[in-house]
């Protein structure tokens, strides 16, 4: 009987002590939650995001882990809705316990997110989310790409600076947000250092004849043409300019980001966007050797900008050295990290101070131009 009391208190003595250990912390690695649209109207987004950040999760686990494990993750989808989002967050903060989250895509999803993740302190950061509203007045929410009035202000800077234009036409579908915002934003970031915008014209999501418009651009003569749209209406309207013989260097944001651009259309012309695959930095030469040799296509820009908010998060949480997200919040808010879409810094609502790549549209393919910052 003493035998077996005193093997039943060392039994006891060690249980204790394995559970201490793990309420202080003893348990080694990290979780992530990974919210992405895997359905709704952009799976592809998704899709992009998914593999950009589970490569990212590759090589850190190929390199060792962090803090003393392998990071594991979870898939919610958001669906790019505000009530899919809601319920993708509540089970992988309530359910899952996670305490870091990579996403959304949409800024209909990262809202109603950070909403439920900031009173509980999870940190998140979205990658591609541009609304103001996503971070403001949330200290745990943070975002990798840049917002839509830096894109106008930066397409707007380099006319000026690098391209000497001093007058502008602007074209925009007027019921389209995104469009119809980075229209406004160049037009006042233009003449702010003294453009002269000469014709500032709305169409429709349905037109597909612009003579109306380009003959006043033609008449009006200006330096360059500002298309702020997608590519399809892009590829629509540069070809019927270069019908009408205008010479107006034609620009852009990263809506002109697809295979699918018609390089004749808008042969010469430039763009902004988060990143350039011509860009000669290593980080990016390497990033799409592995993102090709993993998933055999080259990577888009919700790729690019999915591997960089997961590799930031992850790089601040091995900064700080734990898994409290307070110190790992006040870490990021501090970092300095050079990713695929450029340096990343952060303001004090969570916004990324970084560059935008500046690509040039040629008859082989785009061309990395430079970096700029407005």
Not at 151 to 156: K, L
Not at 315 to 338: C, G, M, N, P, Y
Request: with cysteine.
């Amino acid at each position: 009987m003493k035998k077996l009391w005193m093997f039943t208190s060392v039994t006891l003595i060690l249980v204790f002590t394995l559970l201490v250990a793990g309420c202080a912390g003893g348990a080694k690695g990290v979780k992530l939650a990974l919210l992405y649209p895997m359905t709704g109207p952009v799976p592809t987004y998704g899709q992009s995001s998914q593999e950009g950040s589970e490569l990212a999760i590759q090589q850190w686990n190929d390199a060792g882990g962090l803090l003393g494990g392998d990071i594991e993750w979870v898939v919610a989808d958001t669906g790019c809705d505000g009530a899919t989002a809601t319920d993708a967050a509540n089970k992988v903060i309530d359910q899952d316990k996670v305490k870091f989250i990579v996403g959304a895509v949409c800024s209909s999803a990262s809202i109603p997110i950070s909403e439920i993740s900031n009173p509980k302190k999870v940190l998140q950061i979205s990658p591609t989310s541009t609304n103001p509203q996503v971070t403001v007045g949330k200290p745990y929410t943070f975002r990798a790409c840049f917002l839509d009035p830096f894109q106008g202000g930066v397409v707007a800077s380099f006319a000026i600076e690098d391209l000497k234009a001093t007058t502008a036409a602007v074209m925009y579908d007027k019921g389209n947000d995104y469009v119809l915002g980075l229209a406004g934003y160049f037009k006042d970031a233009f003449e702010a250092r003294g453009g002269t915008v000469l014709v500032y014209e709305a169409y429709t999501e349905a037109d597909t004849d612009f003579s109306a418009i380009l003959s006043k651009v033609a008449d009006a003569d200006p330096d360059v043409l500002f298309l702020p749209d997608y590519y399809s209406k892009v590829n629509l309207i540069g070809k019927q300019a270069k019908e009408k013989g205008i010479s107006a260097v034609m620009l852009g944001g990263d809506g002109w980001d697809s295979a699918d651009l018609d390089w004749s259309a808008v042969e010469g012309g430039y763009h902004s966007n988060h990143y350039s695959p011509a860009d000669p930095r290593a980080v990016v030469t390497g990033f799409l050797r592995d993102y090709e040799a993993k998933y055999g296509k080259a990577p888009d820009a919700l790729a690019v900008l999915a591997f960089d908010a997961t590799n930031v998060l992850l790089e601040a949480i091995k900064q700080a050295d734990t898994t409290d997200t307070e110190k790992v919040r006040d870490t990021l808010a501090a970092i300095e990290f050079e990713g695929v879409a450029g340096v990343i810094t952060f303001n004090a609502e969570g916004d990324p101070i970084k560059t935008a790549a500046i690509n040039q549209v040629t008859t082989e393919g785009i061309k990395f131009v430079k970096w700029v910052k407005p």
